[in-house]
């Protein structure tokens, strides 16, 4: 079942479900946040115990995926492969710390993004990548 927007009860599950992903598999906390499709911020959490530093990395991994149309990891790898610095987007907000990921309804269509920041840029991005399947299994059972 395709999920029909990416409203703030679907945010906030996401959220809540990639925190204790976080925790279950790699036994730390973490910070998440989830955006809509223009990179403006739905829900955002921070765990008990997450670095300060994690709280803007998070958002700004979600904002950078819909400015850039693809995950960090990916914006990271476009960067050292065209050998750009990411000062030549313009944007301060951009960052290319993997953790971040386009969240979309199942059909292809974006709805949204979601970042993680407070393990392992690896850990971050493959909890990250995980957030669509989240939604789907959720829109499933709604």
């Known amino acids: 079942m395709a999920v029909a ?48 530093r994690s709280i803007a990395l998070a958002q700004q991994k979600a904002y950078t995926c819909t400015r850039m149309v693809g995950t960090t990891q990916a914006f990271l790898e476009r960067l050292r492969r065209e050998d750009l610095a990411i000062g030549y987007f313009c944007d301060p907000l951009l960052t290319a710390l993997p953790g971040g990921a386009l969240l979309d309804d199942g059909h292809g269509r974006t ?24 939604l789907q299994h959720r829109s499933q059972r709604d």
Do not use: M, N, W
């Open 5 to 52: 927007e990416l409203d703030l009860a679907r945010a906030q599950h996401l959220v809540d479900h990639l925190i204790a992903q976080a925790r279950e598999k790699f036994g730390k906390p973490v910070c998440v946040a989830v955006c809509d499709a223009y990179g403006f911020l739905i829900a955002f959490a921070r765990a008990d115990g997450t670095p300060v």
């Open 111 to 134: 709805i949204g993004a979601v970042g993680v920041s407070g393990l392992a840029p690896a850990e971050d991005q493959l909890l990250a990548d995980s957030g669509s399947g989240v």
